[in-house]
């Protein structure tokens, strides 16, 4: 009896932890995504208007609009954000996202796994981080690594890949499979990328995003490493790569080429010669120094004074479109707090950027 006791002890308690692992293998896995926001023209499968707290289940394609956004919360706790013209879909247990167009920001929490996203045959894969990507309609993609939890890879078509740390871009070109690297300026992504401006509440992992952003910060203020234009990275006005950056920010392809730093590095040391750069535009963008025809930059004490002066400005394709507690013209607007019915939901006062977050503390404002 004791015997028949003890082995229907261990087979109910075998039960309970398969079961346990099950749970917890579900738990990892994306399973089907619940809309938090959806601003103006957000579509899942065929054309179906998505509303918030609709589903959205593995495979289904989601479309934004011009002027449109949308956040999803996944079953491990995920976020992902969409910008507007982006369409993407996901599979759950491989914990992908297959991105056809557009751009996306993801925070992964630590535990659930690697994260990929792809795109025809271009890939990002990471564990436990926060992440931006972008992909043009030429297929260019870049790929972003925001903070310090987790580590990344950077694939391309051809068999291509690198490895990815905190703060740095991946540039991929669709024509040649090649992979830039670079450090990107992650104070100008929060300021001025729509995935961080245009939503109400702070995204999750933002504080580590800004720890990593202080960091560059920094580095700057001690002259460490300097801030950078696109052409003293050593890429060309005709290259590809402003196009999945210009997506990336939420700006035209020519206010890339005039930003003065979107990226950071030692000038001296950066990817490309000087021979590979349109010097001309460059001076005429940063200005030249009378006596030395040095190029100045935004380190200079005008720069940390307009800096220490200038708000974020948000994306003007979505120039009166307010996110899920704006206000504004809400005629299609949704929140995930939002009242039934069928007109739009009631909104609060229009919110601080990043949730309240505060964002202008790198030395130079760079758009």
């Known amino acids: 009896m004791k015997n028949e006791l003890r082995s229907l002890f261990l087979a109910v308690t ?8 099950q749970d917890a293998r579900a738990e990892r896995e994306f399973s089907q995504g ?35 956004l949308a956040e999803l919360r996944f079953g491990d706790s995920s976020t992902l954000r969409i910008a507007p013209n982006t369409k993407l879909s996901f599979l759950s247990k491989e914990r992908a996202v297959n991105l056809q167009s557009g751009s996306l920001l993801l925070n992964i929490p630590s535990g659930n796994g690697a994260t990929r996203v792809e795109a025809d045959g271009i890939s990002g894969e990471v564990t436990g981080t926060t992440l931006m990507a ?10 972003v690594i925001l903070e310090t939890a987790g580590t990344a890879k950077v694939s391309s078509h051809t068999g291509k890949s690198s490895i990815l740390l905190p703060g740095q871009i991946a540039l991929v070109r669709r024509s040649d499979g090649s992979i830039r690297i670079f450090e990107l300026n992650l104070d100008a992504v929060v300021q001025f990328s729509p995935l961080f401006v245009s939503f109400a509440s702070a995204m999750p992992g933002l504080e580590k995003v800004m720890e990593v952003a202080g960091g560059q910060a920094a580095d700057v203020k ?5 801030l950078l234009s696109y052409f003293e990275v050593g890429l060309k006005a005709e290259d590809p790569d402003k196009e999945p950056l210009s997506i990336l920010f939420g700006k035209s392809a020519d206010e890339i080429l005039a930003s003065k730093n979107p990226f950071l590095g030692e000038l001296a040391t950066a990817a490309g010669s000087e021979e590979n750069k349109d010097s001309s535009y460059a001076a005429n963008v940063l200005g030249t120094d009378s006596k030395g025809g040095g190029i100045t930059d935004a380190r200079q004490p005008e720069g940390e004074a307009l800096a220490a002066k200038s708000n974020p400005p948000t994306d003007p394709g979505l120039a009166g479109t307010d996110t899920a507690a704006g206000g504004g013209d809400l005629s299609s607007t949704d929140t995930a707090a939002g009242g039934g019915g069928g007109g739009a939901d009631t909104q609060a006062p229009t919110p601080p950027v990043n949730g309240g977050v505060a964002s202008n503390f790198s030395p130079a404002t760079p758009f």
């Open 14 to 21: 075998g039960l309970f932890l398969i079961g346990q692992a």
């Open 34 to 68: 619940e809309f938090l926001t959806v601003v103006n023209q957000v579509t899942t499968g065929e054309g179906a208007a998505a509303k918030s707290s609709d589903k959205l289940a593995e495979k289904t394609p989601v479309a934004t609009g011009a002027g449109s």
């Open 222 to 226: 001690s002259q460490t490493k300097s």
């Open 134 to 143: 972008s992909r043009d309609p030429e297929g260019n993609f870049s790929f």
